[in-house]
């Protein structure tokens, strides 16, 4: 086919030429800049579609990582809280096995075994989940419970925690029915009181019972960017029967329950034989579902968040291993960034110790950790890039005690 020079054109939008920056030839035509874009961009969309939903379908059983080796995944991690990785371990287990449950198989029906986690602040509940994540060939997504509100007030519906699902999935409705949402700050949506009110718990109750049927498993219309800023577009029709929600919170307060129950139980006389003895220190250990009806939240919630897990407080050793020994431990983080630089980090023992103490000090858990560490060395990582003449930097502790006297955290007082 021969093409005389002054009728070139794109033979895909039509355009000559002169209204084209290049104008690839071909066997048959010309292809314009234009045109190879768009091409390529319809390219990238449709491979990045089907490996996804290739990722996302359920695998064989066979295929499923089994609980001790989802533990295994989450000890490199995560320090301490044997208990609560278990739990989560067998949780996900179950979840896979139950989403490659035969249709035909009509004798048991598995139902879904909503999580709720709970434990004091920086104890590691968010990062189990962001961890689970990196293991998961199923949609993962973590929301936050504190900007619900009930419909038709400030804030954001409850069907936004599908949206953020289907987000991650790239849409496929198929994909996200059959994914786990992580709800964070669960605590926050307690009910504020238990004595009726003339005005309305638009955050706490009201967001508690919008939750039910999400939960349970139902059809819910999502709208797909958000429901409130966007009131004109297509709700995409999406089934939670399948979906596994995984709860946390931090309870502040949920201890001084349990105690007064406790304490309640132990009143009257009893056979030395028969007494119990319980841990102070660690009183979530024996929390139930009616300490959390307690808390704020409602019955009907809690049925359906049947599996209830503690997180154990963090000791002075948890807190060490935390700062040293983990896949992302602190000191290996910051040992990358001053590599990066060309220096040597390195910290002694009794800086280590130091840390380690305030940090169990200021009772702020794994968090507090990271908090100390940029009070200490934030000044070097300031000075010393771009300084070539320097190659090792060490961390004593009276290095880390004159930092840490010089910063806000000094004064810090724990109650």
């Known amino acids: 086919m021969s093409v005389k020079k002054g009728n070139q054109r794109c033979s895909f939008c039509g355009k000559p030429k002169d209204e084209v920056m290049i104008l690839i030839a071909g066997i048959e035509g010309f292809i314009c800049e234009n045109c190879v874009d768009q091409a390529q961009s319809i390219v990238l ?90 293991l998961l060939n199923v949609p993962f997504t ?47 949506i307690a009910r504020k009181s238990d004595n009726p009110s003339i005005t309305r718990d638009v955050s706490g109750e009201g967001v508690q019972q919008s939750m039910l049927k999400l939960l349970e498993g139902t059809e819910v219309y999502v709208p797909p ?71 704020g939240l409602i019955p009907e919630l809690l049925g359906r968040l049947p599996v209830l897990c503690h997180l154990d407080p963090l000791d002075k050793i948890a807190l060490r291993a935390i700062l040293t020994e983990p896949k992302n431990a602190l000191f290996k983080q910051y040992e990358k960034l001053f590599q990066m630089e060309n220096i040597t980090f390195e910290m002694d023992e009794a800086a280590i110790e130091f840390i380690v103490d305030k940090a169990f000090e200021f009772k702020l858990g794994a968090r507090g950790l990271r908090s100390i560490c940029e009070s200490i060395i934030n000044d070097a990582m300031y000075e010393l890039p771009g300084q070539t003449e320097i ?24 109650a």
Do not use: W
């Not at 939903?53 to 301490?80: M, N, R």
């Open 45 to 134: 969309d449709e491979l990045s579609h089907k490996n996804h939903q290739h990722s996302t379908v359920g695998l064989p059983a066979s295929k499923v990582a089994k609980p001790k080796e989802i533990k295994f995944f989450l000890d490199q991690y995560i320090i301490g809280q044997e208990d609560a990785k278990k739990v989560i371990s067998v949780a996900v287990y179950n979840h896979y096995k139950r989403l490659n449950q035969p249709h035909h198989d009509e004798d048991v029906e598995i139902e879904k075994s909503n999580i709720i986690l709970v434990g004091r602040t920086g104890t590691g509940k968010t990062l189990i989940a962001k961890t689970i994540a990196k």
């Open 225 to 295: 960017q958000g429901g409130r800023k966007h009131p004109e577009q297509k709700m995409i029709k999406v089934d939670t029967k399948n979906i596994l929600f995984i709860c946390g919170g931090a309870f502040d307060g949920l201890e001084r329950i349990i105690a007064k129950r406790a304490q309640a139980t132990t009143v009257g006389f009893k056979k030395a034989d028969n007494r119990i003895d319980i841990d102070k220190d660690n009183l979530l250990e024996y929390v139930n579902h009616h300490d959390l009806k307690s808390f």
């Open 391 to 414: 190659s090792r930097f060490i961390i004593t502790k009276e290095y880390a005690e004159e930092k840490l006297n010089k910063s806000k955290l000094r004064k810090l007082k724990v």
């Open 142 to 188: 973590i929301v936050d419970a504190t900007v619900f509100t009930e419909a038709g007030y400030v804030g954001e519906d409850v069907e936004s925690i599908l949206s953020r699902l289907l987000q991650v999935c790239n849409y496929d409705t198929k994909a996200a029915e059959r994914g786990i949402v992580y709800i964070d700050e669960i605590d926050k």
